[in-house]
């Protein structure tokens, strides 16, 4: 039995009335206007629909630290996700020992097989320990050279579950590690880096296509040597994340990557309270927790909140929803999410028209949340 959904509908253009036909939770047909009632037919009324939002970078929820969760707290966290309109997410996890990701993505994997009526885990996301000069947070002691047959045997180990690596091209000289990672399919994202430009350039030459929530753990921009931020800006290859909390970027610096750069995913890099990455952290100032020398920890952040504040800033409605969704649909190659048109799952959001609260949540064309 097909189901349609008639709401405001957020598409690359801007939103206008319209509808969407759900057949066995994917869409199969979206067109514009109303619908009169009747059977089959959901009215959301004045909502604004957009897809599931997608999130590229997300530490820990609540208080679920994905490093250390157990199925129990695996499903508490994906439903958490859901209930913020995040219906798809990259589980991260950050510089550690390198015999300890093992055992962690064994959970992991165990964990997605089993599957859940919450977030969907879109695959693992390692920022480190290949990292370089800029560490923020990450224990210095634990960073190293990039180890491209480590990596292999993690990625024969775990096909298809390790889906983002975060390195610096200074850890990575040869480029060994970037090739390899982007021969496999996984996207090689450059952050936590002072590399140069040229650098940065040379690694989008050998499969590099992302940029680590962009001014934060990088070197700065120079107009004589524009270094990673430079690249990420102008090189049409590079996809930059953000973390749009207002506090990690200043408004000012979001408004300039927005002008420069079409391509740009909205990230939350949210860490679980008392998470191991930020034991030592001092208590949240501005929504953030830091280290005691002030380097931030991560956020609270989540994507609906991130889309509010772009919007906030004069980013148009369809723009920042394109930045939680399409954008990150696009980073991993997803054909079946990220986006309201035939083909896609039926996995969308209905937030309110002027607050962009979220007031629903459908997963497979059900209403899940809301």
């Known amino acids: 039995m097909t189901t349609t959904v008639a709401a405001t509908l957020c598409r690359p253009s801007p939103p206008e009335a319209g509808w969407l036909v759900i057949d066995d939770g994917v ?16 009215d959301l009324g004045d909502a604004l629909l957009v897809p599931g939002f997608l999130d590229l970078q997300v ?21 958490a996700l859901l209930h913020v309109g995040t219906t798809g997410f990259c589980p991260t996890l950050v510089t550690a020992p390198l015999d300890s990701y093992e055992p962690v993505l064994t959970r992991v994997a165990s964990v997605r097989a089993a599957g859940h009526d919450g977030a969907a885990i879109l695959g693992v996301h390692l920022e480190g320990p290949f990292l370089g000069a800029a560490p923020g947070a ?9 180890d491209p047959a480590w990596l292999a045997r993690l990625l024969d180990t775990h096909p298809g579950l390790v889906t983002v690596v975060t390195l610096a091209p ?9 090739r390899l990672l982007a021969r496999r399919g996984v996207v090689v994202a450059l952050g936590h880096s002072t590399a140069s430009y040229d650098d940065a ?36 290859r590079l996809t930059p994340t953000l973390i749009a909390d207002l506090v990690h970027v200043h408004p000012a610096a979001l408004r300039l990557a927005t002008a420069a750069k079409r391509s740009l995913a909205l990230v939350t890099d949210a860490v679980a309270v008392g998470a191991a990455t930020a034991d030592t952290a001092s208590p949240d100032r501005d929504g953030v927790p830091r280290l005691p020398d002030g380097t931030l920890v991560g956020s609270r952040l989540t994507l609906d909140r991130a889309v509010r504040n772009v919007v906030g800033l ?14 990150p649909a696009d980073v991993l190659e997803l054909t079946d999410r990220g986006r309201l048109a035939p083909g896609r799952r039926a996995d969308f959001v209905a937030l309110d028209p002027t607050t962009l609260a979220v007031r629903s949540v459908w997963l497979d064309g059900q209403r899940v949340v809301g």
């Open 59 to 79: 530490n820990g929820v609540g208080d679920v630290d994905f490093a250390h969760a157990d199925g129990p707290a695996w499903q508490r966290a994906r439903a």
């Open 138 to 146: 990450h224990p210095v002691d634990l960073l190293r050279p990039a």
């Open 27 to 42: 869409v199969v047909d979206v067109g514009s206007g109303t619908v009169g009632a009747g059977a089959g037919v959901v």
């Open 314 to 327: 004069g980013v148009p409605v369809e723009r920042a929803v394109e930045m939680a969704t399409t954008v």
């Open 170 to 178: 200074e850890a990575d000289r040869d480029l060994a590690a970037t």
């Open 201 to 236: 350039v040379a690694a989008a030459d050998a499969g590099a296509s992302v940029v680590t929530h962009l001014f934060n753990a990088m070197g700065p921009f120079h107009q004589r040597e524009p270094g990673l931020i430079g690249a990420a800006l102008s090189d049409p």
